[in-house]
């Protein structure tokens, strides 16, 4: 009987221990799965806050050795062979641009008088050369030129004549040239 007895205690203990253990994985299950709630809540809100914050959607050309890239929420690109149309919704502002081979950028403004020209507009790495002209299409017309592969990207317009129109050089900012 004392040795039922010992048997008993044991159990009991054995027992008692094995609660105590459960409890104790179940407090550590427990804080994993609040430390997980959290970890997802903390993500639910990255995410959040990541498309609160993200840029708007954005219309991208990519013709060969350049690319357009303007907020879709305001600027349409129309695509044609030589050239592309870009539009802002809602009005009637548009531009037009249009590339070509050439030896030089000055034998692609050659034809414009020194009093069209405007200053330089300087944007990032590229430098746009400015010109109006009242007796072309355009009013304004802006050239950049790609002296390693020998082409002229123009950005024209007949809307402005403003080199400092916010329009204007946020659509030179969308024009880029492609490695």
Not at 26 to 48: F, G, L, P, R
Not at 53 to 77: C, F, G, M, N, R
Not at 105 to 111: M, S
Not at 121 to 132: A, L, Q, S
Request: charged share 25%; glycine share 4%; with cysteine.
């Amino acid at each position: 009987m004392l040795i039922l007895g010992v048997c008993l205690v044991l159990f009991a203990i054995i027992s008692v221990v094995g609660m105590l253990a459960s409890c104790n994985g179940n407090a550590k299950a427990s804080e994993y799965a609040n430390e997980e709630t959290e970890t997802t809540n903390v993500e639910a809100n990255v995410e959040q806050d990541n498309e609160e914050s993200a840029p708007e959607p954005e219309t991208y050309y990519h013709y060969s050795d350049y690319q357009i890239t303007l907020p879709t929420e305001k600027w349409e690109v129309n695509i044609a062979y030589s050239n592309s149309g870009i539009r802002k919704k809602g009005s009637k502002l548009e531009f037009e641009v249009k590339h070509w081979d050439s030896p030089s950028l000055e034998k692609a403004i050659a034809k414009y008088p020194a009093e069209s020209r405007h200053d330089d507009i300087v944007i990032g790495d590229y430098t746009w050369k400015v010109f109006t002209d009242d007796n072309d299409y355009f009013k304004m017309c802006c050239y950049i030129y790609n002296t390693q592969k020998k082409y002229v990207v123009r950005v024209a317009t007949d809307n402005i004549a403003d080199p400092t129109n916010p329009d204007l050089l946020e659509v030179l900012e969308g024009v880029r040239f492609v490695d």
